[in-house]
């Protein structure tokens, strides 16, 4: 007779380490933002192809198609490019808040001294770019343009260090996925404060009301997304309505989202040893105890996992295999020609990227470390910090983004060149770096305080 049947159920695998609940969506983001990136890439030429063929007039046209409602009064109607850069983007940002949490609640992020390294080097990469392209555009057009060199291309930047392997360490990665959400979440701040119209303060109040709502329902219990979704797209719409510039609505409701589970592995496995999957029973009701069982642990099996890490699990692939590409292919085409160019506009942007970038990244983090706020690991040596501060100059899609924001036609097209030139030549900057120079190499002992 075979008593680990009438017992308790045997131990088939090895127990699970709390390492494990954090690696796994770690691993999972870098490898969907890896293939992302390429997926991003072929969107980008594509455009670029597109905007430089005889079909380049029919392709603007069509991302300028206006969609939306007329009833009465009320009108909401945008153009194509207008739904995918205000609607669709607000579901990155709130991937990326909801990553942001993740880290800040069960990841790297929640070892203070360690955050604090990731998040003075993410403020260096966005106040020194910054600087210097205020510096070059003093007085010029473009200057109002100063948030586009403050923002880092996740995606791009996860790809380039897959293209690595296992040449780097692994907190090379953890380091530079922390600074580029730092950076996205700062960015999107600034297109809240710095590029938003004339506030309207009725809708702004009806927009902080959804959002007492939603705090109020986490409260009282609720655990189904359906409402939370309803009431989000309601805040969505009173913020743009406001003049705020409405992606920062994905960055709020993200970072309120739950990072904490609210069934144990040990609640888990209490529920699921009373299931029973057919019971003998001859009623037809659904409403018996064992069925009423099966449908408890359903629910349990669900909420073992927090709701930040279920949505990331859902949105992920679609922000980075839809949405991501989608952007870029509305808005990367540039016409390869040199006139109506702002040349300085241009060379601000990539001084900004190419330069402070990587400088504001190893000043601050240095300082961070002088200052005892912050701690950096052993094998995280100042060459690989280097080789990632290049890195981090990668701009693209967050810069393509503010850069809509801040410019019309007559310099979109300048902010265009130099965000692509940067782009490119901090990514083969970066990689340069990383790998021909020995990264490797041993830290004397307190070298990282």
Same mark, same amino acid.
């Given at each position: 007779?075979?008593?680990?049947?009438?017992?308790?159920?045997?131990?088939?695998?090895?127990?699970?380490?709390?390492?494990?609940?954090?690696?796994?969506? !770690? %691993?999972?983001?870098?490898?969907?933002?890896?293939?992302?990136?390429? %997926?991003?890439?072929?969107?980008?030429?594509?455009?670029?192809?597109?905007?430089?063929?005889?079909?380049?007039?029919?392709?603007? =046209?069509?991302?300028?198609?206006?969609?939306?409602?007329?009833?009465?009064?009320?009108?909401?109607?945008?153009?194509?490019?207008?739904?995918?850069?205000?609607?669709?983007?607000?579901?990155?940002?709130?991937?990326?808040?909801?990553?942001?949490?993740?880290?800040?609640?069960?990841?790297?992020?929640?070892?203070?001294?360690?955050?604090?390294?990731?998040?003075?080097?993410?403020?260096?990469?966005?106040?020194?770019?910054?600087?210097?392209?205020?510096?070059?555009?003093?007085?010029? &057009?473009?200057?109002?343009?100063?948030?586009?060199?403050?923002?880092?291309?996740?995606?791009?930047?996860?790809?380039?260090?897959?293209?690595?392997?296992?040449?780097?360490?692994?907190?090379?990665?953890?380091?530079?996925?922390?600074?580029?959400?730092?950076?996205?979440?700062?960015?999107?701040?600034?297109?809240?404060?710095?590029?938003?119209?004339?506030?309207? $303060?009725?809708?702004?109040?009806?927009?902080?009301?959804? %959002?007492?709502?939603?705090?109020?329902?986490?409260?009282?219990?609720?655990?189904?997304?359906?409402?939370?979704?309803?009431?989000?797209?309601?805040?969505?719409?009173?913020?743009?309505?406001?003049?705020? =510039?409405?992606?920062?609505?994905?960055?709020?409701?993200?970072?309120?989202?739950?990072?904490?589970?609210?069934?144990?592995?040990?609640?888990?496995?209490?529920?699921?040893?009373?299931?029973?999957?057919?019971?003998?029973?001859?009623?037809?009701?659904?409403?018996?105890?064992?069925?009423?069982?099966?449908?408890?642990?359903?629910?349990?099996?669900?909420?073992?996992? &927090?709701?930040?890490?279920?949505?990331?699990? %859902?949105?992920?692939? $679609?922000?980075?295999?839809?949405?991501?590409?989608?952007?870029?292919?509305?808005?990367?085409?540039?016409?390869?020609?040199?006139? /109506?160019? /702002?040349?300085?506009?241009?060379?601000?942007?990539?001084?900004? !990227?190419?330069?402070?970038?990587?400088?504001?990244?190893?000043?601050?983090?240095?300082?961070?470390?002088?200052?005892?706020?912050?701690?950096?690991?052993?094998?995280?040596? $100042?060459?690989?910090?280097?080789?990632?501060?290049?890195?981090?100059?990668?701009?693209?899609?967050?810069?393509?983004?503010?850069?809509?924001?801040?410019?019309?036609?007559?310099?979109?097209?300048?902010?265009?060149?130099?965000?692509?030139?940067? &782009?490119?030549?901090?990514?083969?900057?970066?990689?340069?770096?990383?790998?021909?120079?020995?990264?490797?190499?041993?830290?004397?002992?307190?070298?990282?305080?």
């Amino acid at each position: 007779m075979n008593t680990e049947k009438q017992g308790s159920p045997p131990n088939t695998r090895l127990p699970r380490q709390s390492i494990d609940r954090l690696a796994r969506p !770690f %691993v999972r983001f870098l490898h969907i933002e890896s293939a992302g990136g390429t %997926v991003l890439l072929v969107f980008t030429v594509a455009a670029m192809v597109l905007s430089n063929s005889p079909w380049a007039a029919a392709f603007e =046209h069509f991302w300028e198609t206006s969609i939306g409602l007329h009833i009465g009064p009320l009108e909401l109607t945008r153009s194509l490019r207008e739904w995918i850069n205000d609607g669709l983007m607000t579901l990155f940002f709130f991937l990326v808040a909801l990553e942001l949490k993740r880290e800040l609640i069960l990841g790297e992020l929640n070892k203070p001294r360690t955050a604090a390294l990731s998040i003075a080097a993410a403020l260096g990469g966005m106040g020194v770019p910054a600087a210097i392209f205020l510096a070059l555009q003093s007085g010029q &057009s473009g200057a109002h343009g100063w948030g586009i060199v403050m923002a880092t291309d996740t995606a791009f930047v996860i790809g380039c260090l897959a293209l690595l392997g296992s040449r780097i360490p692994q907190s090379l990665r953890v380091f530079m996925l922390s600074v580029a959400i730092v950076d996205d979440v700062g960015a999107i701040l600034v297109v809240a404060i710095g590029y938003s119209s004339d506030i309207a $303060w009725w809708p702004l109040a009806l927009a902080g009301l959804g %959002v007492g709502v939603i705090r109020a329902m986490a409260k009282l219990g609720f655990r189904g997304f359906t409402l939370y979704i309803l009431i989000g797209v309601l805040i969505w719409f009173a913020v743009d309505a406001s003049g705020i =510039h409405a992606t920062i609505t994905g960055v709020m409701l993200g970072l309120m989202t739950p990072a904490r589970r609210w069934v144990s592995d040990e609640r888990l496995y209490a529920i699921l040893s009373q299931v029973i999957a057919h019971p003998a029973t001859r009623e037809s009701s659904g409403a018996t105890s064992d069925r009423h069982t099966l449908q408890m642990a359903e629910t349990a099996a669900r909420e073992t996992l &927090s709701p930040v890490e279920r949505l990331e699990i %859902v949105l992920h692939p $679609w922000v980075g295999f839809v949405i991501m590409p989608l952007f870029a292919f509305a808005n990367a085409g540039l016409p390869l020609t040199l006139k /109506d160019i /702002d040349g300085l506009l241009a060379v601000a942007i990539f001084s900004g !990227f190419v330069f402070g970038k990587p400088v504001g990244i190893l000043l601050f983090s240095w300082l961070a470390i002088r200052l005892h706020i912050a701690t950096r690991p052993p094998e995280l040596t $100042w060459k690989l910090l280097v080789g990632g501060g290049f890195l981090a100059g990668i701009g693209f899609t967050m810069a393509l983004f503010i850069a809509n924001m801040a410019f019309g036609e007559s310099l979109i097209d300048s902010a265009k060149l130099g965000i692509f030139l940067a &782009s490119i030549f901090s990514a083969v900057a970066g990689l340069v770096i990383l790998r021909f120079l020995p990264a490797r190499e041993g830290t004397p002992a307190g070298a990282q305080e």
